[in-house]
C-alpha cells in the first residue's frame, strides 16, 4: 500500500515494504530531501494526531498591517459612512484570510511512532487514516510472525522478555503470552506459591 501527498512546495510517499516503512520527500524542483525505510520493530506504538499551530506572530503582522492600510488609505474628510465600510473590507479580507489559514495552512497531520514524528499537511486526511490503519495491521503481522514463536531448547530470558515486548505493544494478548510462557518453561506460572507459610515451585506441564 502507498500513500501519496503532494503540495505546491512538497511531495511525500509513504510505502509498505517487507521489512519497514519507507518514506521518502522531495522538494519543489523534485531533488530528494529525505529518504529512509524504518524497520516495523521500531514502528509501535502508532498514532494519527491532527494539531492546529497558530503562527501568533504572523497574525499579528497582519492585523497591525491591516490596521496601517486602513490608516493610510483614510482621507481626513471622508464620510462616517465611507470609513464604516472600508473597515469592514479590510477586517473580512483579514477575517477571511485567517479562516483560510486554519482551514489549509496551520492545521497539521502528525504520524507518531516510536521513532519518528512525521508532519504532513492536513489533506488526504481518509487516505492516510487508512495507510495508518494499513500500517499498524502490517506491524503486528510481522511483529508476530518473526518473533511471536518460542523454541524451548534455547534461551529462556531472552525469549521470556521478547514475550513481553510483544506484550506491551498488543501484538499478543494475555493468552498467547501465558500459553506460550507454558511452552517454554514447561510450568503453568512463573509466580512462585505458597503453602502452610513455604515457598513452593509451579508445577511442571510434562
Given amino acids: 500500500m502507498?500513500?501519496?501527498q503532494k503540495l505546491p512546495f512538497r511531495s511525500?510517499?509513504?510505502?509498505?515494504?517487507?521489512?519497514g516503512l519507507y518514506l521518502?520527500?522531495?522538494?519543489?524542483?523534485?531533488?530528494?530531501?529525505?529518504?529512509?525505510?524504518?524497520?516495523?520493530?521500531?514502528?509501535?506504538p502508532l498514532r494519527l494526531e491532527r494539531r492546529r499551530q497558530i503562527p501568533w506572530g504572523v497574525v499579528t503582522m497582519a492585523l497591525v498591517l491591516?490596521?496601517?492600510?486602513?490608516?493610510?488609505?483614510?482621507r481626513p474628510l471622508m464620510p462616517a459612512d465611507a470609513l464604516y465600510q472600508r473597515a469592514?473590507?479590510?477586517g473580512g479580507g483579514v477575517l477571511a484570510w485567517f479562516g483560510i489559514g486554519l482551514r489549509h495552512w496551520w492545521t497539521r497531520q502528525i504520524l507518531h511512532t516510536s521513532r519518528l514524528h512525521l508532519v504532513l499537511a492536513d489533506t488526504d486526511r481518509a487516505e492516510l487514516r487508512a495507510f495508518t490503519?494499513?500500517?499498524?495491521?502490517?506491524?503486528?503481522a510481522y511483529l508476530r510472525s518473526e518473533y511471536g514463536s518460542v523454541n524451548p531448547l534455547g534461551y529462556i530470558e531472552p525469549q521470556l522478555r521478547r514475550l513481553h515486548w510483544l506484550r506491551e505493544l498488543?501484538?499478543?494478548?494475555?493468552?498467547?503470552?501465558?500459553?506460550?510462557?507454558t511452552r517454554l518453561t514447561g510450568r503453568l506460572t512463573a509466580?512462585?506459591?505458597?503453602?502452610?507459610?513455604?515457598q513452593l515451585e509451579a508445577p511442571y506441564v510434562n
Fill in 133 to 140: 490503519n494499513s500500517l499498524e495491521q502490517r506491524t503486528k
Fill in 88 to 90: 469592514l473590507l479590510i
Fill in 66 to 74: 491591516g490596521a496601517c492600510v486602513w490608516l493610510l488609505s483614510t
Fill in 191 to 198: 509466580k512462585p506459591l505458597r503453602s502452610m507459610g513455604q
Fill in 24 to 44: 521518502c520527500q522531495r522538494n519543489v524542483t523534485g531533488h530528494v530531501t529525505l529518504e529512509m525505510e524504518m524497520p516495523y520493530e521500531e514502528m509501535l
Fill in 170 to 181: 498488543e501484538v499478543l494478548s494475555t493468552g498467547e503470552v501465558t500459553a506460550l510462557t
Fill in 2 to 4: 502507498v500513500f501519496q
Fill in 12 to 19: 511525500t510517499v509513504l510505502g509498505l515494504r517487507s521489512h
